[in-house]
């Protein structure tokens, strides 16, 4: 095997190993290969055992196998020696090798049985155990055999030189474990990376360290200056390093922070320091202007601050000031300490300015403060300002102090302005008061509208600030009469008009007639306010009527009473029955006129006659038309098979019929056919029968038949025939029966199919696919066996044939046998091998054959449904014996090699591939398989070269790098000469040898081409530099050519002359080339601090030469000199120490403070290092404080952090919002903040908070003194009134939230809300009587009057009727006595007066029942009417007490029977005669029908709506519950609320006689539920009919009666929906449903509850 060691750990690369043989332990001394067995006779073991022990050899280890031996003791007593049940101690390694102890061996009748329970294993040399050290797993073997309890020691170093330790294996039982004291050390030799300072270094221990172990290293080891040790540990053969320990020096450039004064500054140190040492530095160093020393200590690299001297410096020196552009050189007496201030007047800086200026000693430099100083305002100072549309500009008249204030005229800046102006100086700057206004000139002009006109008007003179002139508007415009004014308001032009436009001829005013849309224009101009009228056939010849037009200040306008008629051309369609129909007018006709004509004039197919109607230009037709059927009218019916088509014989009136015979129609047909007419479609209504005749079929399927099959006669209608199912066919059993049903031919079968020898069944075996056919006929359920091998000889077993309804089933009991010398594929050693089988072989029998020639042994074959597969197999690979030979072949080289020794099958042999061909490298493998030798070279390969993409070749005097490929040993890459030099031809080409590339140039030759741009050029020194220089075109050999100094190198200057010599070969004179000067102007750009410039030469320079330029020549702000020098031409950078820096006050200066960037200039010029004071004023207006500009490299830098921006004072501002001005206060301390409003304040509101009369948001800031006011307002809202839930309500009530809240009597169309200008209005509720009040929304309020509202009054009435069978109805219904009766019963019955009842008696018709029939008899009809009056302070009291008093009224007449109504009419009767003192008739009275019909409440001549029934139903005020009993139903009454009118109670009774009659009847079933309600809300109304019961008594009593006593009524017919028409034009429809039984009373109301959801039902079972 290969083995590597890689970092101290080895692993096996390659294993080669294979198993060895063994030493026989017997007799025969001879080897036995690995995997080969012998046998010893048990006699050897001992002289009692018979049989063989088996012995077999794996990997030089023998194993035995004693299970075979046998004791051969005697089963008699004759032999002494040997008796049954004899027992001997046997040597357990004697039976097996791989046991020790022993074993007892006891003879049981001649058999001699081994106990060998008491045998221990042990473990045989060779066994293996992994073992881990330092995480890597070892594979240790056992160097000797150990017995079960032993142990083998070892050393740990004989794994691996690098651990330490021992090891121990023991064994038990067989079984090894390991006591494992190994461990790894660390190497001298090894490295570790170890982190100092940032940087990895690489150190070794000095000596070997041992497993938790450490040492120590030098950190100057690692890093030379550095001190301290690195400490070194191991841990199981890994070093780790810690550099802790070393500490470094402090290097030159170190960067260090110092802290004095109150300032933090950054050093960096001019020296080294060592690691506990200290350095002195300057404290200027660290800040400019502070003198003193700072002492600095190094620790580890990092240096701090020690301590320090540090004070800043003072000054001495004159000092500048600038102000207002003037710049003065101000003197100190004496030298002033830093922080200590002078004062000089303003004036000494700019005579222009007044106050002092405060300068502050700040680390050496004078630094200004000119806050004091202020300017005053010049003659030459302008102010801009603005009048009206004027632009102006105004200066002092004389010089201004600050604070002064001068007043002029405001003519004085403009002719056309009138009033004064006040001027004001504040810090140099004017300020305006102006009360400057315009007057008007005559080129000033406004414009108005008259009408359609547009007058434009200007002043006829010049016009002074409000005056006034009047002028005629047809002056401006001649279509337009009056007067105008025109006012002079700030320069603008207001005109006030009082002109008036008429109308002229060519006006045109739209005009909708339907179907009409024309235009009408007058006939001739029309004066504003006059009138026209107008014939409107004069319009359209369609229309008829009057209109009249009307001019309105230049717009006409038209009130038209026009109606369309209708022409004969005008159509109106309608269907009837079948026919679509168009009708016409004969003639024109008039709105509203009618014309009749014949139905027939329009299809010939109609009767009757139409109506055509004329409503408004629309035509409509009221229809009495019906259809007839013609005599070619068509219908089909079917019978039986049988398609039957049918007519009339004549033409049939609708509703006609008639009828046929069958026959008439078919022959083969019976019975009648019924022909009808309904609404002109032709109906036939058949009641025909058809035979079955003989050629009709029907199908049969027996499977597998299918068969049609035919009567054998004609067969009546209902009839039947039975037949055999063979007559149908012979392969059937069974019986079936023909049927006729109505033409239709049927069969039912009871036909089952036997198996014929004909019929086929195919099953498959194993692999082939056979059929199976009857031995003779199978009748349906037979069945037989045969054999299988009757259909082949490979087949096993039997076969069942069934037969089943025709199908030949079979049941498959065959096996498939193997066939003889069948070639098997067998798996053996993992490859797979063809093995031929012997004789034939039955299903799952068994074959022993030898194994194949490769391998010895056996192997047993077996058969499974046809396929032999390997059963078992004991076959071994052959092995390669010693002295087989083969011959190795590599590349061209071949050697012949011999085994030594035994090669085990798929043994091998490594060899190096040198061995046979030296120019290869690798290794190759002789590998035994199956007892032949074969190579392995796939490893071997000829040393190769590797590719290189850049192998330099040169050829000539050019090397160009060519890319070659990867070539093999001895392998060649062609290249071609002039590829690497274009001047050689051939080709060369480069060669591996043994790895090594080599180029061969040989064969390059080169040629006579002149001397060419890219050939071998010639050199050229110019100063200390030399340049390879190449013609830039061919040129031929003897020619010169010139090249430019300048093109070789930059800055030189000539021209020198080279010439081409022989073979490329060129020479030149190289000393005519000279370096260039610098011309004058010429520049280089240059930077100091953050100013910029280029600094030019005066005039030519040689090369090497300087000038001086003036600094301020690059930028203004650099001052001294610097000092320019010339270098070939260029101008070298140079040193800008000498120029100093100064910020210049012309430049401006960018401060940043309040959240924003403002440009400034600062008072005077600034040096590098100092700075000034200025105040924040100048900067920013609107702001307090001094800010310091400091002068850094030429920049300016700002500390504004004393600048503070100014408060907003309170100011008014206007607005306007929808064409209105507001004046707004805009005020911190009202809107959230405080006042003055700080800046930065900042706050979003709703616009409500500066006007009621607004909404919307705005955004008001305060910035630096000035409020930024970003409105975005609109005019308010007014909010829809709400509605009060009490009466106490007013137009001022408002909620809690503003709202305005209206009493309940008042309603309004205002919606959800309206905007300003809009109207909207204001009326009575319902149930209350006023005129309707206009209001309008005036931003946000409502303004307008309420109405006078009185409450309407409310009445109910119930209306019904009775049928009575009397004996002499004529005479009842001429007698007074009798109409008294009957009011006066109705009056008890109902709990009324008897004046609040009104009958009428009448004869009418009765059906009644006689023995033998119905007959018609002469019936009294009684009709009443009940009216009660209802007395309430609201609407909805009147309406609780009217529906609890019309229920209960409704109630009472429904609850009595018919026989106690009849008793009550005679006993009224008789006493009506005894108070008159008149003789009665005797009359027999019977109530057949009566109807009470639903309740109606009036109120001014409206209905009230049956919701608000239900609204005091769903009250708190009382619970009921309803009984299920019911026989009425309650109408659902829908009513559409309507304007008010003050109508007489006569009208209202007749225009609302309908709806009572609906109402009545609905109320009128209320049963339980509805009476308990009407008593509960009628009980006031009621209270003074029931005496002195108190309220509490009767309503108990009230329940209990109506819960105990449910009404039953007659059934009555239903009733067709009545609609009845109010004043108003509006319609309430009433629909009464007087229901037959429980279950329609139930569906008959369905009634919208307006106390719920929208669109929820509430049903009620009454």
Request: net charge negative; proline share 4%; with cysteine.
């Amino acid at each position: 095997m290969d083995l590597t060691c890689t970092d101290g750990v080895t692993s096996l690369v390659r294993n080669a190993c294979y198993p060895g043989p063994c030493t026989r332990t017997d007799m025969n001394t001879s080897d036995v290969d690995s995997g080969d067995n012998y046998t010893v006779d048990c006699a050897t073991v001992s002289p009692l055992l018979l049989g063989d022990v088996f012995v077999s050899c794996y990997a030089g280890v023998l194993t035995s196998n004693s299970s075979g031996c046998k004791g051969h003791c005697n089963a008699s007593q004759s032999d002494s020696t040997r008796l049954h049940g004899q027992m001997e101690q046997l040597s357990c390694r004697a039976l097996d090798s791989n046991f020790d102890g022993s074993a007892n061996g006891t003879c049981v009748n001649g058999v001699m049985s081994i106990d060998s329970s008491t045998c221990v294993p042990a473990c045989p040399s060779g066994q293996t155990i992994v073992v881990s050290v330092a995480g890597v797993s070892h594979t240790v073997a056992l160097q000797s055999r150990v017995s079960s309890g032993n142990l083998e020691q070892k050393q740990c170093s004989s794994i691996d030189a690098t651990y330490y330790g021992s090891l121990g294996l023991a064994c038990s039982r067989g079984v090894i474990s390991a006591n494992n004291s190994c461990h790894k050390k660390c190497l001298s030799s090894a490295s570790v990376q170890v982190a100092i300072g940032g940087t990895s270094y690489a150190v070794s221990p000095s000596a070997d360290i041992l497993h938790s172990q450490s040492g120590q290293v030098a950190c100057s080891a690692a890093i030379a200056g550095y001190s301290g040790s690195i400490s070194l540990s191991c841990s199981e053969g890994v070093l780790t390093a810690g550099g802790t320990g070393c500490l470094a020096y402090c290097a030159a450039g170190t960067s260090a922070s110092v802290t004095f004064s109150g300032l933090t500054r950054s050093v960096v140190t001019p020296m080294q320091i060592g690691h506990g040492s200290t350095g002195i530095l300057d404290c200027s160093s660290a800040e400019a202007g502070f003198n003193g020393s700072l002492t600095v200590a190094c620790s580890n690299g990092q240096v701090s601050m020690q301590s320090q001297t540090c004070f800043e410096s003072p000054c001495s020196q004159p000092y500048q000031v600038q102000l207002g552009g003037s710049t003065s050189v101000l003197q100190l007496g004496a030298q002033m300490k830093h922080g200590e201030s002078i004062s000089e007047e303003c004036s000494a800086a700019n005579v222009a300015y007044d106050g002092n200026i405060t300068a502050t000693c700040i680390k050496g430099s004078m630094v200004p403060n000119y806050a004091a100083c202020v300017p005053a305002c010049l003659t030459s100072s302008q102010l801009p300002f603005a009048v009206g549309s004027y632009q102006l500009t105004v200066s002092p008249d004389s010089r201004m102090a600050n604070g002064e204030v001068a007043q002029k005229q405001c003519s004085s800046v403009n002719a056309d302005l009138e009033g004064s102006l006040t001027l004001r100086c504040v810090m140099g700057s004017l300020s305006l008061n102006s009360a400057c206004v315009p007057s008007c000139l005559t080129s000033a002009q406004t414009s108005f509208t008259v009408g359609i006109h547009t007058v434009v008007a200007r002043p006829s003179t010049r016009m002074a600030n409000g005056a006034s002139e009047q002028q005629q508007c047809a002056d401006s415009n001649s279509n337009v009469t009056g007067t105008f004014t025109l006012r002079c308001e700030s320069g603008s032009v207001i005109a006030e008009s009082h002109c008036a436009a008429s109308c002229l001829k060519s006006y045109q005013a739209p005009l909708t007639v339907n179907p009409y849309t024309l235009s009408v224009s007058p006939q001739s101009d029309m004066a504003n306010g006059s009138s026209n009228q107008v014939q409107c056939a004069s319009v359209h010849a369609g229309l008829e009527g009057t209109l009249t037009l009307g001019c309105q200040w230049g717009k006409l306008s038209i009130e038209s009473n026009c109606a369309a008629s209708c022409l004969t051309s005008f159509q109106a369609p309608f269907s009837v029955g079948p026919y679509d129909v168009i009708a016409s007018p004969s003639s024109r006709m008039l709105n509203g006129s009618s014309e009749e004509q014949d139905c027939s004039d329009l299809n010939m197919g109609l009767e009757g006659n139409f109506t055509l109607r004329c409503q408004q230009g629309t035509l409509t037709v009221d229809s009495a038309c019906e259809p007839s059927c013609p005599a070619s009218a068509q219908a089909s019916f079917t019978v039986g098979s049988y398609n039957v088509t049918a007519s009339p014989d004549s033409r049939m009136a609708n509703g006609a019929s008639a009828q046929k015979q069958c026959s008439a129609l078919k022959s083969e047909l019976s019975g009648t056919v019924t022909l009808r007419c309904v609404q002109g479609y032709f109906r036939l209504e058949p009641s025909c029968a058809a035979a079955c005749l003989t050629s009709y079929t029907a199908p049969l399927v027996a499977t597998p038949y299918t068969l049609s099959i035919s009567p054998n006669s004609t067969m009546a209608n209902g009839s039947s025939e039975k037949k055999e199912c063979s007559a149908v066919h012979p392969g059937l059993e069974g019986n079936l029966t023909l049927l006729c049903d109505w033409g239709n031919f049927t069969i039912e079968s009871g036909c089952v199919a036997s198996c014929l020898t004909t019929f086929q069944a195919p099953f498959t075996v194993g692999t082939y696919n056979v059929t199976a056919s009857p031995d003779s006929r199978m009748a349906n359920g037979s069945s037989y066996q045969k054999q299988c091998s009757t259909w082949n000889k490979l087949f096993g077993g039997n076969l069942t044939l069934r037969c089943d309804r025709g199908n030949v089933v079979v049941d498959n009991r065959c096996t498939l046998g193997c066939p003889a010398n069948n070639s098997v594929s067998a798996s053996l050693d993992g490859s797979q091998w063809h093995v031929v089988t012997g004789a034939a072989m039955a299903h799952n029998s068994t074959q022993v054959l030898d194994c194949p020639s490769n391998f010895t042994g056996s192997l047993t074959m077996q058969c499974i449904t046809g396929a032999a597969s390997v059963l078992s197999q004991k076959c071994v690979p052959l092995p390669c014996v010693a002295g087989t030979s083969t011959d190795l072949k590599l590349g061209p080289n071949s050697r012949r090699y011999n085994a030594s020794a035994l090669v085990a099958h798929r043994g091998t042999v490594d060899m190096n591939c040198s061995y046979i061909n030296e120019t290869y490298e690798g290794s190759l493998v002789v590998e035994c398989m199956y007892g032949v030798l074969g190579i392995n070279s796939i490893q071997c390969a000829g040393i190769p070269c590797d590719a290189s993409p850049g192998f330099n070749v040169q050829v000539g005097w050019k090397t160009l790098p060519v890319a070659v490929s990867r070539l093999e040993h001895s392998a060649r890459q062609n290249l071609s000469c002039s590829r690497i030099n274009s001047e050689f031809a051939g080709e060369m080409y480069m060669r591996c040898d043994g790895g090594n590339l080599l180029a061969d140039t040989s064969t390059c030759v080169q040629m006579e081409v002149g001397c060419l741009p890219a050939g071998q050029g010639f050199s050229v020194r110019l100063a200390e530099s030399t340049y390879l220089l190449h013609p830039s075109s061919p040129v031929d050999a003897g020619d010169s050519w010139q090249v430019d100094c300048s093109s070789i190198q930059n800055g030189w200057v000539g021209t020198l002359n080279a010439t081409c010599g022989s073979l490329g070969s060129i020479t030149a004179d190289d000393s005519v080339c000279a370096p260039k000067s610098c011309s004058a102007g010429q520049g280089i750009n240059v930077t100091r601090g953050v100013l910029r410039g280029v600094a030019s030469l005066p005039s030519t320079l040689a090369h090497g030469e300087m000038a001086s330029v003036a600094c301020s020549s690059v930028d203004e702000g650099l001052q001294g000199n610097l000092q320019l020098s010339c270098n070939l031409g260029q101008i070298l950078e140079p040193n800008l120490s000498t120029c100093a820096i100064v910020c210049l006050r012309a430049r401006p200066v960018q401060a940043t403070f309040g959240g924003m960037t403002h440009t400034a200039f600062s008072p005077a010029d600034i040096d590098d290092g100092k700075g000034l004071w200025m105040p924040c004023q100048d900067i920013a207006a609107n702001h307090s404080g001094d800010a310091l500009l400091e002068c850094k490299g030429g920049r300016v830098d700002v500390d504004a952090s004393r600048c503070m921006p100014l408060p907003c004072a309170s100011q008014m501002r206007q607005i306007s919002v929808g064409g209105i001005d507001f004046q707004i206060a805009l005020n911190g301390s009202k809107l959230g903040g405080q006042s003055p409003a700080v800046s930065g304040f900042n706050v979003s509101l709703g616009c409500e908070v500066l006007s009621l009369n607004l909404a919307g948001t705005f955004k008001l800031t305060c910035l630096a003194g000035t409020f930024d006011f970003k409105p975005s307002c609109t005019l308010a809202q007014c909010p829809a009134p709400g509605r009060a839930s009490s009466s106490q309500s007013s137009l001022s009530a408002v909620d809690a939230s503003g709202q305005l809240i209206l009493n309940p009597r008042f309603e309004h169309s205002c919606g959800a809300s309206l905007a300003t200008d809009q109207t909207c209005r204001i009326f009575c509720a319902e149930g209350w009587r006023g005129a309707i009040q206009t209001w309008r929304c005036n931003m946000g309020f409502f303004t307008g009057p309420l109405p006078t509202c009185t409450l309407l009054p409310v009445k109910v009435e119930v209306k019904g009727s009775h049928k009575l069978e009397v004996s002499n109805p004529t005479a009842f219904v001429k007698d007074p006595l009798a109409k008294r009766g009957v009011e006066r019963q109705i009056a008890r019955t109902s709990g009324v007066e008897e004046s609040d009842v009104n009958a009428t008696l009448s004869l009418a018709e009765s059906s009644t029942l006689a023995s033998g029939g119905r007959r018609l008899a002469t019936a009294v009809k009684v009709d009443y009417v009940i009216v009660q009056r209802v007395q309430a302070e609201s609407p909805e009291e009147a309406q609780g007490l009217a529906a609890g008093l019309g229920s209960q009224i409704s109630t009472s007449l429904g609850q009595a029977s018919d026989d106690d109504m009849a008793a009550e009419i005679t006993q009224a009767i008789a006493e009506v005669a005894r108070e008159t003192n008149v003789v009665a008739s005797v009359y027999e009275v019977k109530v057949l029908e009566r109807v009470v019909q639903p309740l109606a409440i009036f109120a001014g001549g409206r209905s009230m709506p049956i919701e608000n029934i239900t609204a005091l139903e769903n009250s708190d005020d009382f619970n009921v519950t309803t009984t299920s009993t019911t026989t009425t139903s309650l109408a659902a009454l829908q009513n559409e609320s309507s304007s008010n009118h003050d109508t007489s109670e006569d009208e209202e009774n007749q225009s609302n006689l309908p709806l009572i009659l609906g109402f009545v009847a609905g109320i009128s079933v209320m049963a339980c539920f509805g009476f308990i309600l009407g008593v509960y809300c009628g009980r006031r109304a009621v209270r003074r009919e029931r005496g002195a019961e108190d309220e509490e008594t009767w309503n108990k009593k009230a329940l209990r009666e109506a819960a105990e006593s449910p009404v039953p009524l007659p059934p009555l017919e239903p009733q067709e929906a009545s609609t009845g028409t109010r004043e108003t034009g509006e319609q309430v429809v009433v629909q009464n449903i007087l229901g037959q039984e429980d279950s329609q009373a139930s569906n008959a109301l369905n009634r919208q509850n307006t106390g719920g959801s929208e669109g929820s039902v509430k049903r009620f079972l009454i």
